[in-house]
């Protein structure tokens, strides 16, 4: 199975504040992107992420997280070389980047995420085409983020992820979609909040989640965790091996 050249122009995602999913469609510009409107102004509001965080003290409250809208931006990729993996061989690939308004502590700040949309990569289904599949990602991806602007103000980002994240996987299952599809809009949701309250506090994930500024209670996740402390090392690591992953079609 190959991505084809705009194969993903059809899709219709993108939400706001008092927004309905279903009245937008997708706006292609001269630069090749396909851009969803959320009619959410976002103009001035970019945060800017600080340098690490060695001497900077006792870390800033991040307070209560609020996702308040969203934009998606689309581009189709293409890979340097056939890139096989299971069922499928890709070519090409749309890119997503999503830009969403959070506030956080009451200020406004943009948190950004990104991530491909790749054929098979969630569901394995051999009978599906790879825009029957972009539907399904586009369908999690709208479900995880109007979910997010229903759940309201959160006490931290880990609040709010367990609130979108419960409610989505109770939807997926009343559908039939498959966990690992269903958690993907959500980890998008997750990674934008994170972005934006690293940007508010002017600091890098690493010290932001070492500090509690992300309000992570990993015993919620999984009882086991309980008990075990701060398990993160005092300093994040320098160097890491790079894992490179060539699937040859």
Same mark, same amino acid.
């Given at each position: ?25 997708? %706006? ?45 931006? =689309? ?11 299971? %069922? ?9 980047? =999503? ?11 943009? +948190? ?23 539907? +399904?990602?586009?369908?999690? %991806? ?51 909040? %994170? ?16 500090? +509690? ?37």
């Amino acid at each position: 199975m190959r991505a084809g050249p705009g194969s993903f122009l059809g899709v219709r995602v993108g939400f706001g504040v008092g927004t309905s999913l279903g009245n937008l469609g997708p %706006i292609p510009d001269a630069a090749g992107f396909v851009w969803f409107r959320s009619g959410m102004d976002c103009a001035g509001l970019e945060g800017r992420l600080g340098e690490d965080s060695a001497g900077m003290g006792t870390l800033k409250t991040g307070g209560a997280v609020r996702v308040e809208g969203a934009e998606f931006f =689309v581009r189709l990729l293409r890979t340097r070389l056939p890139f096989r993996y299971g %069922i499928t061989e890709m070519t090409e690939v749309p890119h997503l980047w =999503v830009r969403a308004r959070v506030r956080v502590g009451g200020r406004a700040v943009v +948190g950004y995420a990104g991530d491909h949309l790749p054929p098979k990569w969630f569901t394995k289904n051999p009978g599906t085409s790879f825009e029957e599949d972009l539907a +399904g990602m586009q369908r999690s %991806i709208g479900a995880a983020f109007g979910r997010a602007v229903e759940a309201g103000q959160a006490e931290s980002v880990f609040e709010l992820w367990q609130r979108v994240y419960e409610g989505q996987h109770r939807w997926a299952a009343g559908i039939g979609m498959e966990a690992l599809l269903a958690g993907f809009g959500v980890s998008l949701v997750e990674r934008v909040c %994170i972005d934006a309250v690293c940007r508010d506090l002017g600091r890098p994930f690493g010290s932001v989640l070492r500090e +509690g500024g992300f309000g992570l209670r990993v015993e919620e996740v999984h009882p086991v965790l309980s008990g075990v402390g701060n398990f993160l090392p005092e300093k994040p690591v320098r160097s890491i091996f790079v894992r490179h992953t060539v699937g040859m079609g």
